[in-house]
């Protein structure tokens, strides 16, 4: 069965919920009971050698847990004689005994279902007279590993939580990132490293601070299992979502992970994996989500720690926080003397051409231009999130450059990368391809530039290509016959007083010469002008698609006359023929 079939099957529970539970409340239901059966069907084998070894060791009085796990071979075992199937033995005790049952799990388990609160939802279940017809429906659906794969298992999750956040209104986006958009992140994130990757025995950390399900985490492990099995990635996150993080903590345990590595809370205001340092990261951060509940805690960081802190460089404005997660993985990369980092992020438009100079989030841009950070942004297609139909942007990030690529970086325009889907997801109408994949990463790993016809898809730019000077162009106040006002005190005393009104600001390329740029573009139209040098102030943007626009000239006047003339005939012949 495919996931999308089987998360239909689990789904259709929501039949015996209706009217006694909100269309909004389902998945309160659904997706704890749909992790308990996974657990469930995960330990079966070795159920009876763990009870075994529970009653031995109990007897003997010695801590049995290091004994258990090992019997179980799993990171989680489950202490109590019951099962699922068992539990419909006794209709008259389901409540009591399914409790005792999730009791019987190991601690990280446990912690899972009050994430989920599910003991609630079992207590309302009971109530409502649907806590047997529930408990017995999934008692009969097979989730075992054998017939689930680990990965289908992940889809599984996702296509309930999505269809959860639709019915409840909630947006899906801000739980998962489309499995696609993962892919290609994953393949750019390790293709320069394809030969440390493949060394046996590698162990490499990687990390998500917006970890929603486990989705990212998730593909990065099956990439790096598929091209080396030898090799093995340990996986950190953090989520703010109680029931998205009790997925990724269920998905991480039936992957064999250290649950202990998921963390939750706000990233921000408590980082869980605090002065920690990974190879890789990955990140698709709420798109232009405010962090006014965060401020007190971010700005006292950025003014008492400065660049000790991860905010060093500079603020956003509140109302968008996407720059706050670059500067957050940013702080998280390993020195370059110890083997560096990379790491990639889903950002939207705004953090490449946002803020003037001098604002946050061009001083974040300075920061990591001026320091070599930046390898590639990859623009894509509009609608492809579940949430938003906006343009996304990849970025990608490392301290450890290749020589081939310090000091430059790759813009790859992949909007027309893009294939129909069958049946649109939300505001997701669009995906790509494993050819398109290959091909970004093709584009990406070559570092070459690239077009297709006259239109470029890749372009390679030096850093300072995207700096410029804003600079104060003044002009004298005059009074009322036309004279130039001389300043009597302070600083202006002895020269011409600048007029406020006439005051203009100018952005000059940092590659260029200040004062050519001025003698050229300014002075023919405002001999008296001057630089107030004092002012200047330098800034970076990056102007994706204009590097990209391809000028299209007009029609030709006479072929669009000829046109017209065309349907004004054709609209008096109509006329004319209404009239007869």
């Not at 039936?254 to 998921?262: F, L, M, T, Y």
């Not at 430059?408 to 995906?431: N, T, V, Y």
Request: net charge negative.
């Amino acid at each position: 069965m495919n996931h999308s079939s089987l998360s239909a099957l689990l789904w259709s529970v929501a039949d015996l919920l209706r009217g006694d539970y909100r269309q909004s409340d389902y998945g309160k239901v659904i997706l704890p009971f749909c992790v308990l059966r996974r657990l469930d069907c995960v330990l079966e084998a070795t159920k009876d050698a763990v009870l075994t070894e529970y009653a031995d060791k109990r007897q003997a009085g010695i801590n049995p847990e290091p004994f258990l796990l090992r019997k179980a071979g799993q990171s989680f075992y489950n202490t109590s004689p019951l099962d699922m199937k068992k539990l419909m033995g006794d209709q008259d005790h389901l409540k009591e005994n399914l409790i005792s049952y999730i009791h019987g799990f190991s601690v990280e388990v446990r912690d899972i279902f009050e994430r989920f609160d599910f003991y609630t939802q079992v207590d309302r279940l009971a109530k409502s007279g649907l806590l047997y017809l529930v408990t017995e429906r999934f008692a009969h659906v097979d989730l075992h590993p054998e017939q689930v794969s680990n990965s289908q298992m992940g889809l599984v999750f996702e296509e309930l939580i999505r269809k959860f956040a639709e019915i409840s209104n909630e947006t899906a986006g801000e739980h998962f990132t489309p499995r696609e958009v993962i892919k290609l992140m994953v393949s750019l994130l390790f293709i320069e490293d394809d030969d440390v990757l493949a060394k046996p025995g590698v162990v490499r950390t990687i990390y998500d601070p917006t970890a929603g399900t486990g989705g990212m985490l998730s593909v990065a492990g099956e990439y790096l299992e598929e091209h080396n099995p030898q090799a093995r990635l340990t996986m950190f996150g953090q989520e703010l979502n109680p029931e998205s993080y009790a997925i990724c903590k269920a998905d991480m345990l039936i992957k064999g992970q250290d649950v202990a590595n998921i963390v939750f809370g706000n990233t921000f205001s408590d980082d869980g994996h605090l002065l920690k340092k990974f190879d890789y990261m990955l990140s698709n951060p709420p798109f232009g989500v405010e962090w006014k509940k965060v401020e007190k805690d971010i700005r006292n960081e950025h003014e008492k720690q400065g660049y000790n802190g991860r905010f060093g460089p500079g603020l956003p404005r509140v109302s968008d926080g996407s720059l706050l997660f670059l500067l957050h993985l940013i702080s998280k990369m390993r020195q370059a003397k110890d083997g560096g980092s990379r790491f990639g992020i889903v950002l939207n438009g705004s953090p490449l051409f946002t803020g003037g100079a001098g604002s946050g989030e061009s001083e974040i841009r300075r920061y990591v231009l001026e320091n070599d950070l930046v390898e590639a942004i990859i623009g894509l297609p509009t609608d492809m999130f579940y949430n938003t139909g906006i343009s996304t942007y990849v970025w990608i990030l490392s301290n450890r450059k290749p020589e081939h690529r310090k000091g430059k970086l790759q813009l790859i325009d992949a909007s027309g990368f893009w294939q129909k889907m069958r049946k649109s997801l939300g505001s997701k109408r669009k995906e790509l391809s494993d050819e398109h994949i290959a091909e970004i990463t093709r584009l990406f790993g070559h570092f070459i530039e690239a077009s297709d016809g006259k239109k470029p898809i890749s372009l390679i730019f030096k850093n300072s290509d995207f700096g410029y000077r804003t600079i104060t162009v003044e002009r004298p106040l005059r009074d009322e016959n036309g004279g130039i006002v001389i300043g009597a005190k302070g600083k202006l005393k002895g020269k011409p007083q600048p007029d406020s009104s006439l005051r203009d600001t100018e952005n000059v390329p940092l590659n260029e010469d200040v004062e050519s740029y001025f003698q050229r573009e300014v002075l023919p139209h405002a001999p008296d002008a001057w630089i107030d040098h004092d002012k200047t102030k330098i800034g970076y943007e990056i102007p994706f698609n204009r590097h990209f626009y391809v000028f299209e000239p007009p029609r030709d006047l006479a072929a669009i006359d000829a046109d017209l003339k065309q349907c004004t005939d054709r609209i008096k012949a109509m006329i004319e023929g209404l009239s007869a």
